[in-house]
């Protein structure tokens, strides 16, 4: 059974920097895309950014181009999530996601077959 654990949320002020962390446990995930959702209060969870398996090529959501970076370390299971000049619409719960099958990148929640428990992100003024 896969578990991913996310790490690294908080609350941080307008223009601060915040780094995700999720750890992928019970199997690799090596040859799988990654990827990162948010859900604000109220809202439907929508896509921040994706990552293929090598790393090679990166998707993100038009709100966070040239803010948010992903990345990946397949030797520690990792997937990170860079977040810089932070602003209070990027509040919520971030989860980390992986797909049911392999090289899949998933950038639509029909396509995640695995969720971690979420991450709180607090932007305040």
Do not use: H
Not at 54 to 62: L, R
Not at 93 to 100: E, G
């Amino acid at each position: 059974q896969v578990q991913l654990v996310e790490s690294g949320g908080g609350t941080v002020q307008a223009g601060g920097s915040l780094r995700l962390s999720c750890a992928v446990a019970g199997r690799s995930l090596t040859f799988y895309g990654m990827a990162w959702f948010r859900q604000a209060p109220g809202k439907e969870r929508e896509f921040v950014a994706a990552i293929n398996w090598s790393g090679s090529s990166t998707e993100s959501a038009d709100s966070v181009k040239g803010r948010f970076a992903i990345s990946r370390d397949n030797a520690k299971n990792t997937v990170y999530l860079q977040m810089n000049s932070l602003k209070p619409e990027d509040t919520g719960v971030y989860y980390c996601a992986a797909p049911l099958e392999s090289f899949v990148i998933p950038i639509a929640t029909s396509q995640v077959r695995y969720w971690g428990q979420g991450t709180q992100v607090t932007v305040s003024l």
